[in-house]
């Protein structure tokens, strides 16, 4: 992220929002180039742990894996890199609601995604 995306970043949420999804997007795509053999669902849960243990200052724990597991199993059903980017709205939705209330538009994009996960046409 640049400086001035940085500073925009602190007075305007939206941007602050749109950089929490990327960030995700970027952790996965990342992940899948350093690890190219990992199911979806691995990659999926070791971001969610990864979150988790910044927000927490926590160490990995087996509560942990198991959260970081359930929480990101929804997601395994969408395509790459769909995938990322509704657990980075959903990501997004647990660490700043006040964004998630603010800005409908990421809530509106995270219920599109996510009809996607039941839809067999998508």
């Known amino acids: 992220m640049g400086l001035f995306r940085i ?4 007075v305007n949420t939206e941007v602050m929002g749109e950089e929490v999804v990327s960030t995700i997007e970027k952790m996965y795509a990342m992940s899948k ?10 990659i ?3 971001i969610c742990i990864n979150r988790m243990r910044a927000r927490s200052g926590k160490q ?4 942990m894996e198991f959260a970081a597991l359930s929480q990101s199993a929804a997601f395994t059903s969408l395509p790459s890199p769909i995938n990322a980017r509704a657990l980075g709205l959903y990501i997004l939705s ?5 964004i998630i209330n603010q800005h409908p538009k990421f809530s509106a994009e995270f219920h599109r995604l996510m009809a996607g996960a039941f839809d067999p046409n998508m």
């Open 7 to 10: 500073l925009k970043s602190i």
């Open 33 to 42: 180039r350093t690890s190219p053999s990992a199911e979806e669902h691995e």
């Open 44 to 46: 999926l849960a070791e």
């Open 60 to 63: 990995r724990s087996e509560e």
């Open 94 to 98: 647990q660490e700043r609601p006040d």
